[in-house]
């Protein structure tokens, strides 16, 4: 795979992170996708 198994969890952490503090750019994100 491209990215190795360290930045996927780095990356997994950082969403949650980010989910848990700010869930309000997540969900704009997703809604201006649609």
């Not at 780095?10 to 809604?31: M, Q």
Request: no cysteine.
């Amino acid at each position: 795979s491209i990215i190795g198994i360290g930045e996927a969890v780095i990356t997994v952490a950082v969403i949650a992170f980010i989910n848990k503090v700010r869930p309000d750019l997540i969900l704009t994100r997703e809604r201006s996708l649609q």
